[in-house]
């Protein structure tokens, strides 16, 4: 019996019609059956819900395209491997997981549904367990000291760690991190350059509203805290060794960590940089830029919208419709990255820049570089 692609996709819309229901009803059938699984999880399992979902979500919108997901189903395993799973825990999440597609379906569920689920469920977890097998050289977390806690606002911190043993990444990559003052919940951070001779790097941590990690990071983390990380991930922001075109990278607060980073690759390679705090740019700064030989990189902070124009004037900052007179008097056509941007600006950025000459012009968020 084949894999029904189409029987798959609606059953999961039929089921995720439900909400909030469907993870409470899965990982309330996990710990009824695994009680001894429930101390790998947070307390609060609020934020753990919504993922479960994405996650799922995700994964079912590409089922017809395998080799798609694959990369990050294994990504996935790779990255599991620091909550301690293991081959073991597998069966008992596919049993939870076919209980509640059952139990959500109702009478749509059928012999042939369940198989599907099954199947699909099973080549999943082949993958990621194949994909966290494959990484058993490597430790499952690192452990990182906090050295230097340097609190720059009420809500920004920027902190030094070191791991106790060696942890490579790439300029750009970001790592999960575990803070002792919220176990079994963690969050991404992108280390703000490349590490020192000690194997130590920067973070920089901006508080988000409702954020009951980044709180206790900028809030609550002292020198000689004991933090878990791991494994680095991600290439979206990475630049390919060697020679390159040149490129813009703009960034608002915290964003500027990861653009930081990746100067000193660029530099390594002889480019040249160009760098703005930030303060952002000034007319000064744009004549430097225009007149730069192999300019490669510029980043600015967009912290402002077009409501705060004069408090833009006075800081220096730009405004989404400033920021696109500024763009309009490079001489020279060049890639332009949108990151970390907030979406208030962002949209008003879209509106601004329709008239905008340079065709080169894209955003990140999350992963995902989106056109203009």
Known sequence: ???????????????????????????????????????????????????????????????????????????????????????????????????????FSGPEWTPELAHDWVTAYGIVADVMIGAAEAAADQPPWWELTVTDVERRAVDIAVLRVVPHQPLAYVAGQSIAVEVPQRPRLWRYLTPAGAPGADGGFELH??????????????????????????????????????????????????????????????????????????TGPTQRLWEIANR??????????????????????????????TLVQELEKLERKVPILLHHLKPPCIDEIRREIKELRNPDLSYLEQGRIYDF
Do not use: C
């Open 292 to 321: 730069t030989p192999g300019l490669s990189a510029l980043a600015i902070d967009t912290s402002f919208n077009n409501s705060l124009q004069p408090i833009a004037d006075i800081s220096l900052h730009l405004t989404p419709r």
């Open 1 to 103: 019996m084949t894999l029904d692609h189409d029987r798959l996709k609606k059953s999961w819309a039929l089921v995720a019609d439900h909400g909030d229901q469907v993870p409470l009803f899965f990982y309330s059938t996990l710990f009824l059956h695994n009680p001894h699984l429930r101390d790998m999880f947070p307390v609060s399992m609020a934020d753990q819900r919504d993922k479960l979902v994405a996650a799922l979500g995700n994964v079912i919108s590409g089922v017809d395209q395998l080799d798609a997901v694959v990369p990050v189903l294994q990504q996935l395993g790779r990255d599991h491997r620091k909550f301690a799973v293991v081959r073991d825990h597998y069966p008992a999440v596919g049993h939870a997981l076919v209980a509640t597609l059952e139990h």
């Open 205 to 278: 941590v901006r508080v988000v509203a409702g954020g009951v990690v980044s709180t206790a990071i900028v809030q609550g983390t002292r020198a000689g805290d004991v933090w878990r990380a791991g494994a680095p991930v991600g290439t979206q922001l990475t630049l390919a060794p060697g020679p390159g075109p040149d490129l813009v990278m703009l960034a608002g607060g915290t964003g500027l960590a990861p653009m930081k980073a990746l100067l000193a690759p660029i530099e390594a390679d002889g480019r040249s940089v160009l760098w703005s705090s930030d």
